[in-house]
Nanobody, 125 residues
Framework: VQLVESGGGSVQPRGSLRLSCEII????????RAWFRQAPGKKREPVAA????????HYADSVKGRFTISREKLKDILYLQMDSLKPEDTAMYYC????????????????????WGQGTQVTVS
């Protein structure tokens, strides 16, 4: 399984960006996909998750109402639409996938995510 992120860049505060994550070699139809981020000197933190089995979405409190996670089923691409960006959103954003049973019960917990992309940088300033 390979995850390839794209769409990062630099944007002014209150601007928007859309991140994409293509999954290659997906062995199962049902899994949980998520976005995490890590700023310099800080721990990796969850952003949003999407469970493909039900289409349910989950968000960290810091991004609720500003970010939207979605999936294009045909091309199997995960998106993160980021609006009203703030300087504190500056980080490396990572896409992750999990096939662990029960992952949908705590989809923002990074522990079950075994597959990670290389990351895409988002800078808001």
């Amino acid at each position: 399984v390979q995850l390839v992120e794209s769409g990062g860049g630099s944007v002014q505060p209150r601007g928007s960006l859309r991140l994409s994550c293509e999954i290659i070699g997906n062995p199962y139809s049902s899994n949980c996909r998520a976005w995490f981020r890590q700023a310099p000197g800080k721990k990796r933190e969850p952003v949003a998750a999407f469970y493909t089995g039900t289409g349910s979405t989950h968000y960290a409190d810091s991004v609720k109402g500003r970010f939207t996670i979605s999936r294009e089923k045909l091309k199997d691409i995960l998106y993160l639409q980021m609006d009203s960006l703030k300087p504190e959103d500056t980080a490396m954003y990572y896409c992750a996938a999990s096939y662990s049973p029960g992952v949908e019960k705590a989809p923002l917990d990074p522990s079950p995510y075994a597959f990670w992309g290389q990351g895409t940088q988002v800078t808001v300033s």
